[in-house]
Protein backbone atom coordinates (compact mmCIF):
# COMPACT_ATOMS: atom_id res chain seq x y z
CA UNK A 1 0.00 0.00 0.00
CA UNK A 2 0.95 3.79 0.08
CA UNK A 3 0.24 6.74 1.84
CA UNK A 4 -0.42 10.10 1.61
CA UNK A 5 0.89 13.07 3.77
CA UNK A 6 -0.57 16.46 4.58
CA UNK A 7 0.06 19.21 7.20
CA UNK A 8 -2.21 18.44 9.86
CA UNK A 9 -3.55 22.39 9.84
CA UNK A 10 -2.78 25.26 8.01
CA UNK A 11 -3.47 29.20 8.91
CA UNK A 12 -4.23 32.37 7.07
CA UNK A 13 -6.23 35.52 7.03
CA UNK A 14 -8.55 36.25 5.35
CA UNK A 15 -7.91 37.65 1.59
CA UNK A 16 -4.19 35.96 1.42
CA UNK A 17 -3.05 32.93 0.06
CA UNK A 18 -3.77 29.31 1.12
CA UNK A 19 -1.34 26.54 0.15
CA UNK A 20 -1.92 22.71 1.48
CA UNK A 21 0.54 20.53 0.67
CA UNK A 22 0.10 16.41 -0.08
CA UNK A 23 3.28 14.03 -0.80
CA UNK A 24 3.69 10.20 -1.52
CA UNK A 25 5.70 8.60 -4.27
CA UNK A 26 2.32 7.34 -6.03
CA UNK A 27 1.95 11.29 -7.25
CA UNK A 28 4.96 10.72 -9.41
CA UNK A 29 2.85 8.64 -11.62
CA UNK A 30 -1.17 9.49 -10.58
CA UNK A 31 -3.14 11.99 -10.48
CA UNK A 32 -4.45 13.71 -7.36
CA UNK A 33 -8.01 14.92 -5.88
CA UNK A 34 -8.73 17.23 -3.46
CA UNK A 35 -11.72 17.41 -1.46
CA UNK A 36 -13.44 20.03 0.61
CA UNK A 37 -15.17 18.86 3.87
CA UNK A 38 -17.28 21.46 5.74
CA UNK A 39 -18.55 20.31 9.70
CA UNK A 40 -21.57 17.98 9.27
CA UNK A 41 -21.39 17.67 5.45
CA UNK A 42 -20.49 15.44 2.63
CA UNK A 43 -16.67 16.25 1.00
CA UNK A 44 -17.19 18.22 -2.02
CA UNK A 45 -14.55 17.47 -5.06
CA UNK A 46 -12.23 20.91 -5.60
CA UNK A 47 -9.80 19.76 -7.97
CA UNK A 48 -8.69 16.75 -9.95
CA UNK A 49 -6.10 15.58 -12.40
CA UNK A 50 -4.02 17.55 -10.14
CA UNK A 51 -4.85 21.20 -11.10
CA UNK A 52 -8.63 20.47 -13.21
CA UNK A 53 -11.62 22.67 -11.45
CA UNK A 54 -15.30 21.02 -11.54
CA UNK A 55 -17.66 23.35 -12.91
CA UNK A 56 -18.98 24.88 -9.81
CA UNK A 57 -16.00 25.39 -8.10
CA UNK A 58 -14.44 29.26 -7.71
CA UNK A 59 -11.44 30.13 -9.54
CA UNK A 60 -9.41 30.72 -6.45
CA UNK A 61 -8.97 27.14 -5.67
CA UNK A 62 -6.09 25.66 -8.11
CA UNK A 63 -3.78 22.89 -7.89
CA UNK A 64 -0.05 21.98 -8.69
CA UNK A 65 1.93 18.92 -9.29
CA UNK A 66 5.82 18.67 -8.78
CA UNK A 67 7.49 15.04 -8.55
CA UNK A 68 5.60 13.76 -5.46
CA UNK A 69 3.97 16.55 -4.09
CA UNK A 70 0.88 18.15 -4.97
CA UNK A 71 -0.17 21.68 -3.82
CA UNK A 72 -3.85 23.18 -3.46
CA UNK A 73 -3.74 26.40 -3.33
CA UNK A 74 -6.74 29.00 -2.61
CA UNK A 75 -5.94 32.43 -3.48
CA UNK A 76 -7.36 35.01 -1.84
CA UNK A 77 -9.23 32.85 0.69
CA UNK A 78 -12.32 33.49 2.27
CA UNK A 79 -13.47 32.55 5.89
CA UNK A 80 -16.81 30.16 3.94
CA UNK A 81 -13.07 28.01 2.83
CA UNK A 82 -12.26 27.27 6.49
CA UNK A 83 -12.96 23.30 6.23
CA UNK A 84 -10.47 20.08 6.30
CA UNK A 85 -9.07 19.56 2.97
CA UNK A 86 -8.44 15.81 1.88
CA UNK A 87 -6.38 14.84 -1.36
CA UNK A 88 -6.66 11.66 -2.75
CA UNK A 89 -5.10 9.36 -4.69
CA UNK A 90 -5.92 5.91 -6.95
CA UNK A 91 -3.42 3.83 -7.92
CA UNK A 92 -2.85 -0.66 -8.01
CA UNK A 93 -6.83 -0.86 -7.93
CA UNK A 94 -6.10 0.59 -4.23
CA UNK A 95 -7.37 4.29 -3.06
CA UNK A 96 -5.85 6.41 -0.74
CA UNK A 97 -6.63 9.32 0.91
CA UNK A 98 -4.22 12.29 2.62
CA UNK A 99 -5.09 12.68 6.57
CA UNK A 100 -6.27 15.80 6.00
CA UNK A 101 -5.51 18.75 6.74
CA UNK A 102 -7.89 21.88 8.74
CA UNK A 103 -7.75 25.17 7.23
CA UNK A 104 -8.45 27.90 9.43
CA UNK A 105 -9.44 31.27 7.73
CA UNK A 106 -9.38 34.62 10.40
CA UNK B 1 -28.84 15.07 -11.29
CA UNK B 2 -27.71 11.97 -9.62
CA UNK B 3 -28.14 11.54 -6.07
CA UNK B 4 -27.39 8.81 -3.94
CA UNK B 5 -28.75 7.98 -0.26
CA UNK B 6 -27.60 5.52 2.13
CA UNK B 7 -29.74 3.18 4.32
CA UNK B 8 -29.55 0.54 6.66
CA UNK B 9 -29.58 -0.32 10.47
CA UNK B 10 -27.67 2.79 12.89
CA UNK B 11 -26.80 0.15 15.73
CA UNK B 12 -24.59 -2.95 14.98
CA UNK B 13 -23.57 -5.82 17.98
CA UNK B 14 -19.82 -6.70 17.77
CA UNK B 15 -19.00 -9.54 15.69
CA UNK B 16 -22.12 -8.86 13.42
CA UNK B 17 -22.33 -8.19 9.83
CA UNK B 18 -22.91 -4.20 9.28
CA UNK B 19 -24.88 -4.33 5.81
CA UNK B 20 -25.86 -0.95 4.21
CA UNK B 21 -27.37 -0.22 0.91
CA UNK B 22 -26.85 2.67 -1.66
CA UNK B 23 -29.81 3.84 -3.67
CA UNK B 24 -29.21 5.89 -6.81
CA UNK B 25 -31.58 8.09 -7.87
CA UNK B 26 -31.69 10.43 -11.33
CA UNK B 27 -29.56 7.64 -13.31
CA UNK B 28 -29.26 4.22 -14.07
CA UNK B 29 -26.39 2.34 -12.04
CA UNK B 30 -25.37 0.45 -14.85
CA UNK B 31 -24.97 3.26 -17.41
CA UNK B 32 -21.57 5.03 -17.83
CA UNK B 33 -18.31 4.66 -16.31
CA UNK B 34 -18.31 4.58 -12.76
CA UNK B 35 -16.79 3.42 -9.64
CA UNK B 36 -19.49 2.85 -7.22
CA UNK B 37 -17.76 3.59 -3.95
CA UNK B 38 -18.04 2.90 -0.39
CA UNK B 39 -16.21 5.61 2.12
CA UNK B 40 -15.91 5.76 5.93
CA UNK B 41 -14.92 8.28 8.62
CA UNK B 42 -14.80 8.23 12.25
CA UNK B 43 -16.06 10.90 14.21
CA UNK B 44 -13.19 13.59 14.24
CA UNK B 45 -11.21 11.50 11.89
CA UNK B 46 -10.26 11.29 8.30
CA UNK B 47 -11.30 9.72 5.41
CA UNK B 48 -11.12 5.96 5.05
CA UNK B 49 -12.02 4.11 1.49
CA UNK B 50 -13.67 1.10 2.01
CA UNK B 51 -14.00 -0.32 -1.50
CA UNK B 52 -15.78 -0.29 -4.88
CA UNK B 53 -18.15 -1.72 -7.93
CA UNK B 54 -17.01 -0.92 -11.72
CA UNK B 55 -19.80 -0.46 -13.83
CA UNK B 56 -18.37 -3.84 -15.48
CA UNK B 57 -19.14 -5.51 -11.69
CA UNK B 58 -15.17 -5.84 -10.89
CA UNK B 59 -14.40 -4.88 -7.38
CA UNK B 60 -10.78 -3.32 -5.53
CA UNK B 61 -10.78 -3.11 -1.77
CA UNK B 62 -8.77 -1.65 0.73
CA UNK B 63 -6.15 -4.14 1.55
CA UNK B 64 -6.91 -3.72 5.49
CA UNK B 65 -10.35 -4.52 4.76
CA UNK B 66 -10.36 -6.93 1.88
CA UNK B 67 -11.14 -9.76 4.22
CA UNK B 68 -14.08 -8.20 5.87
CA UNK B 69 -15.67 -6.61 2.79
CA UNK B 70 -18.42 -7.03 0.32
CA UNK B 71 -19.39 -4.71 -2.39
CA UNK B 72 -22.43 -5.88 -5.14
CA UNK B 73 -24.81 -4.07 -7.04
CA UNK B 74 -28.33 -5.24 -7.40
CA UNK B 75 -29.39 -3.31 -10.72
CA UNK B 76 -33.00 -4.24 -10.66
CA UNK B 77 -33.19 -1.90 -7.72
CA UNK B 78 -30.53 0.74 -8.76
CA UNK B 79 -28.63 -0.17 -5.55
CA UNK B 80 -25.25 -1.17 -4.27
CA UNK B 81 -24.39 -3.00 -0.98
CA UNK B 82 -21.40 -2.63 1.50
CA UNK B 83 -21.46 -5.63 3.89
CA UNK B 84 -18.63 -5.81 6.63
CA UNK B 85 -18.28 -8.70 8.56
CA UNK B 86 -17.10 -9.00 11.96
CA UNK B 87 -17.48 -5.52 13.33
CA UNK B 88 -16.37 -4.02 16.00
CA UNK B 89 -16.12 -1.15 17.46
CA UNK B 90 -13.38 0.45 15.73
CA UNK B 91 -16.42 0.36 12.67
CA UNK B 92 -17.74 2.97 14.10
CA UNK B 93 -17.90 5.68 11.53
CA UNK B 94 -20.52 7.80 9.33
CA UNK B 95 -20.47 5.67 5.85
CA UNK B 96 -20.77 7.31 2.38
CA UNK B 97 -22.04 6.00 -0.79
CA UNK B 98 -20.03 7.73 -3.52
CA UNK B 99 -20.12 7.80 -7.81
CA UNK B 100 -16.96 8.43 -9.35
CA UNK B 101 -16.20 9.04 -12.66
CA UNK B 102 -12.49 8.82 -12.44
CA UNK B 103 -12.54 12.77 -13.70
CA UNK B 104 -14.56 15.50 -12.26
CA UNK B 105 -17.71 13.74 -11.45
CA UNK B 106 -17.95 12.20 -7.69
CA UNK B 107 -20.90 12.68 -5.91
CA UNK B 108 -21.67 11.34 -2.18
CA UNK B 109 -24.28 10.25 -0.07
CA UNK B 110 -25.27 12.18 2.96
CA UNK B 111 -23.71 9.71 5.17
CA UNK B 112 -24.98 7.42 7.49
CA UNK B 113 -24.05 7.17 11.26
CA UNK B 114 -23.14 3.09 12.24
CA UNK B 115 -22.53 2.68 15.70
CA UNK B 116 -20.76 -0.82 16.65
CA UNK B 117 -21.80 -1.58 20.19
CA UNK B 118 -23.88 -4.23 22.39
Known amino acids: SYELTQPSSVSVSPGQTARITCSGD??????ARWFQQKPGQAPVLVIY???ERPSGIPERFSGSSSGTTVTLTISGAQVEDEADYYC?????????FGGGTKLTVL | QVQLQESGPGLVKPSQTLSLTCTVS??????????WSWIRQPAGKGLEWIGR???????NYNPSLKSRVTISVDTSKNQFSLKLSSVTAADTAVYYC??????????WGQGTLVTVSS
Open chain 2, 98 to 107: ARDSSGSVFD
Open chain 2, 26 to 35: GGSISSGSYY
Open chain 2, 53 to 59: IYTSGST
Open chain 1, 26 to 31: VLAKKY
Open chain 1, 49 to 51: KDS
Open chain 1, 88 to 96: YSAADNNVV
